[in-house]
């Protein structure tokens, strides 16, 4: 069974830091690409932050660009997501999905992850809110 999980949030001081993680269990992040998105109440979800573990560049959002680092544990089929300089406007529900390599696509253009095309797997997510 096939499951992703995030962990991570919290509730922190505009300025401060979190680290969000999402483990994957029943497959092998190896062969997917693992993004974050977020979803800020009467918004749409959009993405953050995504990497390939073969990849050397991963995606940033501009919003989150040199303020979010995403990175991967591969013995522990973790991805991170470092969340440094937090702002209010940050605050939201962050979600990691893993879409597989063979589904065609890129870090680059997630549009078609949140029409939840090909073999895509979302976890429920986790609440990030940052107080000013």
């Known amino acids: 069974q096939v499951q992703v999980v995030e962990s991570g949030g919290g509730l922190v001081q505009a300025g401060g830091s979190l680290r969000l993680s999402c483990k994957a269990s029943g497959l092998n992040l190896e062969n997917y690409r693992v993004g974050w998105f977020r979803q800020a109440p009467g918004e749409e979800r959009e993405g953050v932050s995504c990497?390939?573990?073969?990849?050397?560049?991963?995606y940033y959002a501009d919003s989150v660009r040199g303020r979010f680092t995403i990175s991967r544990d591969e013995a522990a089929n973790i991805v991170y997501l470092q969340m440094n300089n937090l702002k209010p406007e940050d605050t939201a529900m962050y979600f990691c999905?893993?879409?597989?390599?063979?589904?065609?696509?890129?870090?680059?253009?997630?549009?078609?992850?949140?029409?939840?095309?090909?073999?895509?797997?979302w976890g429920q997510g986790t609440q990030v809110t940052v107080s000013s």
């Open positions: 999905a893993a879409r597989s390599v063979y589904t065609d696509g890129t870090c680059f253009d997630l549009v078609p992850w949140l029409r939840d095309e090909g073999d895509i797997h």
């Open positions: 990497l390939r573990w073969t990849a050397t560049k991963p």
